[in-house]
Structures are given as C-alpha cells and as structure tokens.
C-alpha cells in the first residue's frame, strides 16, 4: 500500500463544507498531476506498460510502411510482367512483407495487451490504494464532521470519484503516450518520404490538440456540476425512501416528486449540456482529421502523378492516416476522462487532505493504566464557532476513581454529554487538563485512549449482522461466554434465546426489528463487554424502563467494579445511588454530593427531585 | 494495522451479511423485457428513427472513404498525369463524403445520447413514482439500498444498452457492408481474406463462458467493498467510539484486496483477446499481401482494389468486437430490465376507487368496525377489533410490544387495506374516500422523528406549500421549539444534514410535532416516542402535545404515565384483541391487564418483558 501524501496547507476537517469548489480560471493541473505521481509509484509496472506502448506504437507505425512496402513490390513489376526470374523475386519479396506485416501485427497485439493489462492494473492498483486511504480518512475524521457531512456524499466520493481518477489511469496517461508515439513516429517516417506529404498528413495534430484542450476546460466545469447534481438526486432518493412512512402520513408524494423533478430536471440538462460538448468537439475532431486526410490524398495524389513520389509511398501515407484514426476518435474520450479524473479527483483529495482536528500528538505514547483515576482539572471547553453548537463548560474539577460510580444530571443543554465526548478526547479541551492516571489525554495515543474509555449511546446503530457480531462489535475476541453474560447482564439474552435462530439472528435495516429498549440494551451488552477502564452511560438507559434498569443495574455490579462508572441521565432514579453526583448547569457544576446530600441541600437537584417524585406520588394515586 | 496472526479470528465482518443472489447476467434477448422497454422507448420513436438514418449514413461514409481512395488511386494516380481531373473529382467526392460523414456523425452522436440520458430519467422518475404508490408492506421488507441500486445501477444498465444498440446496428451494417464491398470487388481474394472470421468466432466462444467468470468476480467483489464502506460511513459513531477501526480496516482491506485481485484476473481476460485479433488481423493483411499481390502480378487484380483490401482488412475486427461486447451488454441489461420492471409491477394494493370522494374535513370521528388484519396469511394482528373514537376525543392506545397498536394506528389512515371489517374516517369507509383527502385529514407523528435536508423552516411547513413563515414560526412558537431554533446559526434557515444529527433527540421530536401542526389535520395519529428525555423537555413536550391536541381528534399510541392518564379514554390491546376500554379511574377499578401493569411502575407498557407479561395474563385467566 502506498500512502497519499497529504499536502502541507493543512485543512481542519472542521472548515470542510462539503462542497469541491474549482478555480475556473485555473487549470487543473495540480490533481491530475497527483494521479500521475501516484501512477508512477508502481515503478515497474509503469516501465513495462510504458516501453510496451511505445514498441506498439513503432510496430504499429511499420504495418503501413510493409503494407506500402508490398504495394510497390507488387506494382513495380507490373511493367517487367513476364520475366520468370523476377516474378519468382516479386513474390519472395511479397512473402517477406507478408511474415513481417504478421510479425509486426503479432509484436504489436502482444505489446498492446501488455500496454492495457499494465496500465489497468495500475489503475486498479490506483484505485485500491485510494479506497483504503478513503476508508482510512472516514476513520480517522472528527465525528462532528461526520454530523456535518451527507453519508449519500461520502458513497458518492468512495465510489463514483475513485472510479473516475482511476479510469484516467487504465486509458488516459497510456492512451496519450500512444498517440504521441505514432504522430511522432509517423511524423519521422512521413518527413522522410515528403516533406509536405507528410507535414499535411499532421496538419490536423494542432488544431484537434487545440480544440480538445478548450473541450476539456468545459467538460471539466460540466462534470463537476453534473456530480454534485447527481450528488443531490441521490440524496433526495434515499431520503424519501428512508422516511416513506413520513411521505405517506403527510401524504405528500406530488411534493416529493415535484421536488426529485426540480433536481431531476437541472441534472439532466447537464447531461445534455456535456454530451452537446462532447459530441461536438469529438466530432469535429474526426472531421479535421479527415479533412487533413483528403488533402494528402489531392496533393499526395498530384505528386504521385509527377512521379515524384511512388504509389506505395502514398498508399503508406494514408495508411498511416488509417492508423491514427481510432487514436483520434479516443482523443475525445481521452479529454472527457480527463475532466472527469479532474473533478473526482479533487472531491477525493479535497476529503483525504483534510487533518482531522483531533489527532495523535508527534509524542504521543500509549496511555498506561495503573490504577484508572480520571480528573479533571480547572477544565474550560467552548465548542469551535464553526461546530454550530454555543454550548461551553467552565472550570470544571471531577475525579472518577476505579469502582466508583460518578451521576451527572442537569438541564438540557448543560453539557453533560460533553463531558462524556471529552474523556474520549471527541473534542480538545480549551484550557485545564484532563487525565486519566495522571497522562493528559492529549498526550497518549487516541487508541489506547478510546480502548480505554467506553461510552454507552442513547441510540446505538445496529449494523446488518447477526445478534453476537452486534453485541461482539467492541471487542470481537469476546467468545460466545462473554457475549452471553453481557447480554444477560443487559437483560437481553432471554429474549436473544427466544429467536428463531438465536444469536445468529440477523438485526438492523433488514433484519428482526427491536424496539427502542432493546436497542439499548444491546448497546449496554455491547459497552459492559469491551474490557475498558472508564464506563460511560451516555442517557443510554432512557427507553429502558426503571424496574428493568434496576435489574441491569445489578446484574453488571460484578462487571463493572473494578472499573470507574460516569452514568449521565435525566431520570435521578438511574444515578441516585451514585457515589457522587454532580449538578451541571449552563456548563458549571452548581451542586455536588451524594444523593442524600444534595437532598439535604435543597438546591436544584432537590428540586428536580421532587419534580419527578410528585409525577411518581401521582402515579401512585 | 495490528497484527492478527497470533490471535484467533474475531466474530467479525463489514458490510452487510445479507447476500443478494442477483442474476448479473440474462437472456440475450428477453421478449418480455423488450416489450416493457419499448413503452418507455415509444415517445422518442422518431428521434430513435433519425438516429438510425444516422448511424446508417455514417456506416456509408466510413465504407465509401476507402472505395474513393481506390478510385483516386486505381482510376486517376495510376494512370498518370492524364488523369488529373478525375482525381481532382475523387477529391471533391471525397470532401463531400467525409462533410456527410461529420454531419451523420453528429446526429447519431447527439441524438443517441440525448436519448439515452431521457430515457434514463424517464425510467427512474416512474420507478421513483412508482415506489411513492407502491404498498408499504413491499417497502417494508426492502432494504434502501437495494431499492437504490435499482434507481441507479440497473437504470444505467438499460441507458448502456440503448445506447450501444443503436451503434450496434452500424457495426452490423459496416461488418456487412465490408463483407460485400469485399466479394465485390474480388471475389476470390474475399473469400479467402473472411476466411479468418470463423476462427476467430470460435476463439470467441470458447473465452466468453470463461471471461464471463471472471467478470462476475470482479463485479461481486466490487460490490462487497462498497458495502463495507457504506457500513464505515453510516456506523461511524460506533466505529469510532468502540474502536473497531483496526479490525475493520483490516477486514475492509481484504475485501479491496479480493477485488483487485478479482479485476487483474478479469483484466487478464479481456486483454488477451488483443493479440489473437492482431494476430489474425496480420494473417488477413498477409493473405492480401501474398494472393493478392500475386493475382495483381498476373495482372489479374488492380493495384487499386488491394489496396483497398488492406484498408477494410484493417478495420474487419473492430466492428466484430464491438458486437461481441453488445452481446454481453445486452445480456446485463436484460438482467437490470427484469429487476426495474419487477419493481414496476409491484402492484398499487392501495388504489383510488373510481368515484372517491374527498373527505370534508368536519366530522373527525374513527371508527373501527369488526377489523380483522394482517400481513402474513393467517396470522391475524388484529382480530375482530372494534372501537369508535368521537370527534375531538383523545383515546390512549396501550398494549405490550406485539399488541398491535401500531399497525391499528396505520390503518387508520389506509397504510394497507383490511382483510375483513369497515374503518370509518369522518363517517367514510377510508376505501370510499380518496388517499390524498384522508392524507390531508389524518396527520402522523412517528415515533422517530425523521428530517430531512434542507433548512429548519422547510422541514416545518414540508408539504404545505400555503403555509408562510408566520405559519411555521406560529407553530414552532406553540410546541415551544421556536427558542432553541432561533439559537441555531442561521436560525430557521440553518440546514439540517445528515438526518438533523446535530440536534437532540427531544429538539428534533419537537420540530416534528411543529410539522404536524403545521398540517393542521382534522385527526392526529401520535406513535408517542419511548425513550425518554429529560424532565424539562419531558414538560415542553407534554405541552406541545397538550397544544397539539387541542380541538382534534387524537389517537395517542402512549407510552407516558402522563399521556395516558390525560386521555379521555383507554384502549388496551393484547394480541390484536381490545381487552379493556375506560378512561384510567375505570380501568384502575376493573382490575385487569391495565391496571396489573400499571401497578408494576413501568414506565413504558412496550417493554415490559414477555415473563411477565406472561404471569399477569395467567393470573388474569384465574381471576
């Protein structure tokens, strides 16, 4: 695997819009110029493909100089037809030209296959390499960019884009070698013949190079416009699909389809608009080049006549304008897959180059669990301006210490969940420190870091595999013991049983449907498995209900007593047997203590005690 | 990467585990699928007619160019100085020729593929329609995805094959053509020149089955790949936060390995072809070389016609290849065109009777008479179930999990038709009255809030076109969500992406209940979210609610203690069966299922496990 450098104007993954904007006015040379650089680091794979179409090319040049070759030969002895002696030499001169017109067609196939399945392979070498880096990239990227960014998008780039740049590779670069290579070779041989024979059989070289140069510009710019439309038709498709149930209850298919036609209607315009462009510059290409074609032919012709060259030598040059007609046809194609691997590349590298704004310090060394003691220390955090989200914490002081349970409870909005996604390191703190047996968190590696620290969601996504691949998805060494005993630990396993297939039962999309509770009991199974150091229930027992909660609650105590427990939820009856509870408020701890402390206070938590226990008082009546 | 060799395989896998078993490749030709094709074709008869007349015409030229050139050169070159004019008359002629070629050229070109791009939009926009109609029990059990592919892949698999089936019929033209001007023009030397065609036929058929194989490998592997990544971009929040990065890359990593593998196998296949087609395209040349040069020097052939020979020689094969591709093209896209017209046959179970009438909008009664339904024959959900629910009354629906509330609740706005029984809606059977009307009449909130992109002030007013932003902001203001939404960037313009992920779970309940007031339906179905929020929100969202109900008719799939003691009425479901109905004092003094669960605290009647459930209903049947 080769690595995609990344380029030294670092971009935080927080300033990406989404959007791939092109400098018009510049060209593009910058990408395309990558794609290549890429290429060529399959060193020998790129000689083998490259030497093999250059010998291609000169072979293929050779085929109308026999070809000519055999029409002189047969030709010239037509005056001296009769004489036995040089007819017999006629004809071992038409046999030579013979085996060598199927030599050179033999050399040149082979050359030409080995052009193709080299510059594919690398091309798909190309591709390959892309595709990791890609999936690489999506996981190293903030979450918080992944919120901002439409997963129909990111498949668009992972597929559509890779196979654009890579496409470019298997026939661009080697394409336009070989083209070069026979309008130069021609350009030898035809020079040598006649000078304006052969200066009229290229005559078309400049202006089709011309045109195709404006074409790829415009194509370029139309591409990229199709794509973000394609881009947005998607999105739209997977929408309506995803919430038919919404559609439906509102009744509102005209709309729906009004909307996908709106959208439809602008991407197929610019289907139009690009196929307009391509089939007039290819077209016209064709034309010049016949035109260049008939010109040798008039000239070509006038001079034969004068003797001045022979017919062969004139057969030879339209032959060899014979040759180049496939070359010219591809040109178009050539510079429409030249724009395309320009568009998509960008979009691609405009996703790879991006830093993610949490990342491994240059030092950082794996985190060291001795007693697993987390603090935080004078903590101050504000969420970037770009994050779209104001909340902040302030002068935050905690201490989680192993086989402790910490609550932390509050209005929404508080912070809670923040102090959750900074343990982890999901964002980096503004001033203070975070630790976890004394190492900074910015300071360790943030693998170790998450191995460490496991947070328990509100929502988990189920992927489309059976129960204990889910259930295993943080740890998938587990064994079936441990997978049951977490399970069973999250009251989950007698239901898991009672499937047809058990634990090999498929869930998600697809699969059987789980409610709201389950799902998060699963989620629980998934967090008590993974042997981390700090636990954290992030509002992750919400749809559970509290008789069942209590039972959870008992069964993961031996799980879990080694480890250090954070249990954020809105219901005190989830935290009120924590060891200590914070209050937060408008990111700052108001209140701390035990539940009969904060009670014996009287400040908020109280309050909010006495909320829910009137709902409870009244629920008793 | 970690290394894994030292550790036993990991229960693992990305992308999905459900395998497709998908036809890649069909019949050559499909009567059936043709037929359903040609519908969608029928519109653009005459544009499909030009484009012919210009594939046939650039046929012709690229055929004549090489006869004007023998002509130049036997009739006018050949003979000297003599013959000045009539080469400058082949010149001419040829100048004409090639200007009709660039003129064919450019219809066939433009035509095709505007066509090609029509009737690509044409055939998604009436699947997509169709998929807006088509029965829900059909999306119910169809993965997006799949849907997708449908929408994409195999639609462009028919636009490959109109658009290369139309240059299809010039490259059978040209083979012909070439055959002809050959025998033509030499009979002898013809015959012997094809003489290479058979074999490479049979080269031909003996690769197909195998390349074919190949192809499909790298096809499967392809789509294996993108699945996995599919999965690493919708599940990345438990990727990251479980720290299944290295186990997955390393999995991901032998999926794209596979593929690779797969295409330079593939790649092996079609490019092996190249040498044996120059090959025998050397031998053909070599056969007019030696014969034909012969023939020319018993004076038997004009120099002319040989060279004219090794012209079309040259360009024998290409046609020959691009038909063989056409075959494979056509076969994939009869596969693509059985799977388009499946779901285009789909049938619309839920259909407009002719003469539906619109539902006025005054009466917003409900009334469910002897409704017996299901979806799998023979396994009723709801059995024999009747309840009438008066205008303007709010009725709790409660029952465990499997009860089936919801799918009463769906009913009640014609998601699927009855098996036996009548649901009235204002007074009409909902099968008399037309779907939009009861749409209009009958508002949803889901139990998952689902947004969609765009911005805040969209979403709100979603179909209600009239509705201006005093409407939204109006109703945003009355679910209480208008405070946190004028806190957004951009406030009600912010952009929700990515399913409004940004937003907390109670934020986007909210917006969705200003959606739906905003509808301002007659009768409002509310499958009440389970999970629950934090007091505060929990108290913003039983006012909305509160405000939500106000002067409609409300049937509340209730999950809160709250929501179902403020209802007016109660209906318990167990096992499709109503088992109780009463407001909360009635049923509290009946003593039955109701009350048993609500006297356990559970704070959600859904997730009470099956055990118990079990024991309440056993001692139900003591009592």
Known sequence: MHSIDTKDNKRLDLNFDGRYKIDVSKVDTGVLWRISEMAFQNRWRMAVAITATLLAGIFQIFVPQFLGQAVDEAQGLLGAAGEVASRASAEEALLTTALLLIGASTLRGFCTMM???????????????????????????????????????????????????????????????????????????????????????????????????????????????????????????????????????????????????????????????????????????????????????????????????????????????????????????????????????????????????????????????????????????????????????????????????????????????????????????????????????????????????????????????SVDHNVAYGDPWAGRSGIERSAAAAQLHNYIKKLPTGYGTLVGERGVSLSGGQRQRLSIARGVLVDSTVLIFDDSTAAVDAATEQRIRGAIQEIVKERAVVIIAHRLSSLMHADEIVFLDDGQIVERGSHDELLALGGRYRALYDLQSSDDAEEGA | MTDTSDKPAPLAVVGSQISYDEELFGKVFDRWVIARFWEYMKPYKRRILLAVAGVLVFTFTQLAIPLVIRWAIDDAVANGPDARALLHSAVIVFFGIITMNYIANQVQESIVGRLAGHLLFDLRRAMYAHLQVVSLSFMDRTEVGRLMSRLQGDVYALQEFLESSIFAIGDLVLLLGIVVVLLSLDVRLGALTLSVVPI??????????????????????????????????????????????????????????????????????????????????????????????????????DIGVMVAFLFYVQRFFDPIRSLTIQYSIMQRAMAAGHRIFEVMDVTVDIQDKPGAVDLDGSDGSVEFDHVTFGYVKDQPVLKDVSFRVENGETVAVVGPTGSGKTSAMALAHRFYDIWDGTIRVGGHDVRDVTQNSLGKHVAMVLQEPFLFTGTVFENIRYNKEGATRHDVIGAAKAVGAHDFIVDLPDGYDTELDQGAATLSLGQRQLLSFARALVADARILILDEATANVDSYTELKIQQALARLLEGRTAMVIAHRLATIRGADRIIVLQDGVVIETGNHNELMKLGGLYSRLYKMNYASFDDIPEEEIARLTKADGET
Not at chain 1, 126 to 149: E, F, N, P, T
Not at chain 1, 189 to 208: E, M, N, R, W
Not at chain 1, 290 to 311: N, Q, R
Request: charged share 20%.
């Open chain 1, 115 to 465: 052009q193709n399945y080299q510059g594919e392979a690398v091309g798909q070498i190309i591709g390959y390499d892309l595709r990791m880096a890609y999936y690489r990239q999506l996981q190293r990227l903030s979450l918080s960019w992944h919120d901002k960014v439409h997963s129909g998008d990111l498949m668009t780039r992972g597929i559509l884009d890779i196979e654009g740049v890579r496409l470019w590779v298997d026939t661009g670069i080697l394409r336009f070698i070989l083209l070069m290579t026979l309008l130069t070779g021609g350009a030898i041989t035809l020079l040598q013949i006649d000078v304006v024979l052969g200066l009229l059989s290229l005559s078309f070289a400049p202006i089709v190079g011309l045109t195709a140069s404006i074409a790829r510009l415009k194509l370029r710019d139309t591409w990229l416009a199709l794509q973000e439309e394609l881009s947005s038709l998607t999105k739209v498709m997977e929408e309506n699909l995803g919430g038919i149930r919404v559609v439906r209850a509102f009744a509102s298919q005209a709309f729906e389809l009004v909307r996908y036609d709106v959208i439809s209607a602008r991407a197929l315009a610019m289907s139009h608009r690009r196929i307009a462009l391509f089939v007039k510059s290819t077209t016209s290409m064709t034309f010049v080049y016949f035109c260049s074609m008939g010109l040798v032919l008039w000239v070509g012709g006038e001079k034969a006549m004068d003797g001045e060259i022979t017919l062969g030598q004139l057969a030879e040059c339209l032959a060899f304008m014979t040759i180049l007609q496939m070359p010219v046809r591809q040109i178009g194609w050539m510079i429409n897959s030249i724009a395309r691997a320009s568009t998509c590349g960008g979009r691609l590298f405009n996703v790879l180059d991006l830093e993610p704004s949490i990342a491994d310090a240059p030092d950082a060394k794996p985190l060291e669990i001795t007693e697993g003691v987390v603090r935080f220390e004078n903590v101050d955090f504000a969420y970037p301006a770009v994050a779209r989200d104001h909340r902040t914490l302030t002068g935050i002081n905690l201490e989680i210490r192993p086989g402790k349970t910490v609550g932390i409870v509050g209005p929404p909005g508080s912070g809670k969940s923040t102090i959750a996604q900074l343990i982890a390191r999901y964002y980096d703190i503004t001033s203070g420190r975070i630790t976890i047996d004394g190492q900074d968190v910015r300071d360790v590696t943030l693998e170790s870091l998450r191995h460490e620290v496991s947070i328990v969601q509100q929502q988990p996504f189920l992927f489309t595999a």
């Open chain 2, 200 to 301: 490479l036929l049979i080269v031909r058929i003996v690769w197909l089955p195998l390349a074919r194989k190949a192809f499909l490998r790298a096809r499967e592997t392809n789509s294996s790949a993108n699945a996995a990544l599919a999965e690493n971009v919708h599940g990345i929040r438990a990727v990251q936060e479980l720290g299944r990065e290295d186990v997955n890359f390393d999995l991901f990593h032998e999926k794209a390995a596979d593929n690779l593998d797969a295409h330079l196998a593939a790649s092996k296949f079609t490019n092996i072809m190249i040498p044996i087609v120059d090959t025998l395209t050397g031998l053909a040349m070599a056969i007019v070389v030696v014969v034909g040069g012969g023939l020319v020097l018993d004076s038997t052939l």
